[in-house]
């Protein structure tokens, strides 16, 4: 599968419109369904090639897209989300720079 094109496992005539948040392959039990001594077979079962997971990190965009910033009404909540996760992913990149200014009791 190049870029641009739809999933193998998509089909128009049983799908319909092609959702860019819905993943068209086998379905599987949801990991909250899954019991602690499943877990292992369940993670097995998960591809972990770099393909997969971009695929998977595209549908939680569209997912997040169409629930929080493509509704007629959506209000300010994209931009306080995407305002707080950006502070959040600066605050640990700038983490180590920003450690060294603590209030300690002693200064030796």
């Not at 092609?18 to 379905?27: E, L, N, Q, R, S």
């Not at 569209?62 to 305002?83: D, E, F, S, V």
Request: aromatic share 14%.
């Amino acid at each position: 599968m190049g870029l641009g094109e739809l999933p193998k496992e998509y089909s128009k005539a049983i799908h319909g419109p092609y959702d860019p948040a819905i993943f068209y392959g086998k379905k599987d039990v949801a990991l909250g369904q899954v019991k602690l001594f499943e877990l292992p077979a369940w993670i097995a079962r998960r591809n972990p090639s770099p393909v997969s997971m971009g695929r998977a990190v595209s549908r939680a965009y569209w997912r997040w897209n169409h629930k929080y910033a493509l509704p007629k009404y959506c209000g300010l909540t994209p931009l306080i989300q995407m305002t707080v996760g950006l502070s959040a992913a600066f605050y640990l990149i700038n983490y180590s720079s920003i450690s060294h200014h603590k209030n300690h009791k002693y200064h030796w």
